[in-house]
């Protein structure tokens, strides 16, 4: 275990798990990892051991069969899991927060119905917000739902889905109308839908195409694509939570979440990033001796140590504010903007001391250098948080004048 990121105050059940995790990553995912990236190709047998382990139902309560573990100890798993290969942390991930969504708002039935197959990782989860002309404006979704008798036609194209193709449900928001006045804030017209379907790509059900995996610059392995839905027939039972207009806010709650997670990630890739380099420091010689020995590289080394350690507690803060039941908008918020930008940095000085070789296909900070851009954008982008955390500051610092 290394000296940099351990988090105090952990149970011993949390230990255990955490040291199941990484004994995990270190024997199956890094020895693999890069080959598999380089191929695109999916990971099936690393999804199987993950299921093994139950790691798929790690936050899901016991009563449908999960772990029922709390967010600081999924977070802390997914620090160790990016630190192996990013692209797995985000197959779990979603499913992570389609299934958190259903422990939150659904309906009974719908979390018997779903969470037990969830928790063994039977059915794997996929959640779609974004579409192709509206970025970050989640209030601008075109996507429409029209209710037609007892069930929901729903129309319109969805982007960015991870586990798109792999995934067999899929929570989607879409705009409802019904029941909501001309001149409703666009946020309480919205509604997420839980979408069943066939693994695979092309119409995988009746008004539902799944195109095909986008290619990307990295984060592959993981499938991302576009979702188009013409009439797709959804019964009301499966809007969420049973009562319409209350998507946004759900997708919301999901998403803090997921930032939390975000940040986990930015931490474990920044960790992978930081053992690459000090190891390379070590073995590499200039001048006749290891260039860890030149207080460039040092300074360098003292940089990012900094840096991963200050985005992991920053990460824990996040995670333990959300389990006490308090909001965490503004922490989860810091966390992710702060480790994005730091696992930037920290990927890119561990480049940097790589030299050359750091361009090079046979060295993993070359992966690692493609990997980190997405958690800038994932999860909403840096100016995003920065939005989110200045208005929250502006709350709690209101001026009394």
Not at 78 to 94: D, Q, Y
Not at 181 to 198: D, I, N, Q, R, Y
Not at 201 to 226: A, N, Q, S
Request: some cysteine; overall charge negative.
């Amino acid at each position: 275990m290394s000296r940099l990121a351990q988090t105090h105050g952990l149970t011993d059940i949390q230990q255990e798990i955490l040291s199941t995790v990484r004994d995990f990553v270190d024997k199956e995912i890094i020895p693999v990892a890069t080959e598999l990236e380089h191929r695109d190709e999916y990971p099936t047998q690393i999804v199987e051991g993950l299921k093994e382990l139950g790691l798929f139902g790690l936050m899901i309560p016991e009563e449908y069969g999960g772990l029922g573990e709390s967010l600081l100890t999924y977070a802390l798993c997914v620090e160790e899991i990016a630190r192996g290969w990013m692209s797995v942390s985000g197959i779990i991930n979603t499913h992570f927060i389609v299934a958190y969504m259903l422990k939150q708002h659904g309906t009974q039935e719908q979390r018997e119905y779903f969470l037990p197959r969830m928790a063994t990782g039977e059915v794997r989860g996929a959640f779609s917000m974004s579409e192709p002309a509206l970025g970050s404006d989640v209030s601008a979704i075109s996507t429409k739902g029209v209710k037609v008798g007892d069930e929901y036609a729903l129309t319109g194209q969805k982007m960015w889905l991870t586990n798109g193709g792999s995934s067999t449900l899929v929570a989607v928001l879409c705009r409802t109308d019904e029941g909501h006045p001309e001149g409703t804030a666009p946020h309480k017209s919205m509604t997420t839908f839980l979408v069943e379907k066939e693994p695979g790509f092309g119409e995988v059900r009746p008004g539902l195409t799944i195109p095909g995996k986008i290619e990307k610059m990295g984060y592959k392995g993981v499938d991302t694509t576009e979702m188009i839905l013409d009439g797709l027939r959804i019964p009301a039972n499966r809007v969420l939570g049973g009562t319409t207009g209350r998507g946004f806010y759900q997708m919301m709650d999901g998403v803090e979440v997921g930032r939390v997670n975000v940040a986990a990630r930015g931490c474990g890739v920044a960790q992978r990033a930081f053992e690459l380099g000090v190891s390379y420091a070590q073995q590499r010689h200039t001048f006749g001796k290891p260039i860890a020995q030149h207080q460039a590289i040092q300074f360098k080394l003292a940089e990012m140590a900094t840096k991963v350690e200050a985005a992991h507690a920053m990460m824990v803060n996040a995670a333990r504010k959300k389990d006490s039941g308090e909001r965490n908008d503004l922490e989860a918020g810091m966390a992710k903007y702060l480790a994005s930008e730091y696992c930037k940095e920290v990927v890119e000085d561990a480049f940097r001391i790589h030299g050359g070789y750091g361009f090079s296909k046979e060295y993993e900070i070359e992966r690692l250098y493609r990997e980190a851009p997405m958690l800038l954008i994932g999860e909403g982008t840096a100016e995003i948080q920065k939005m989110i955390i200045g208005r929250r500051l502006l709350e709690e610092y209101r001026f009394q004048g």
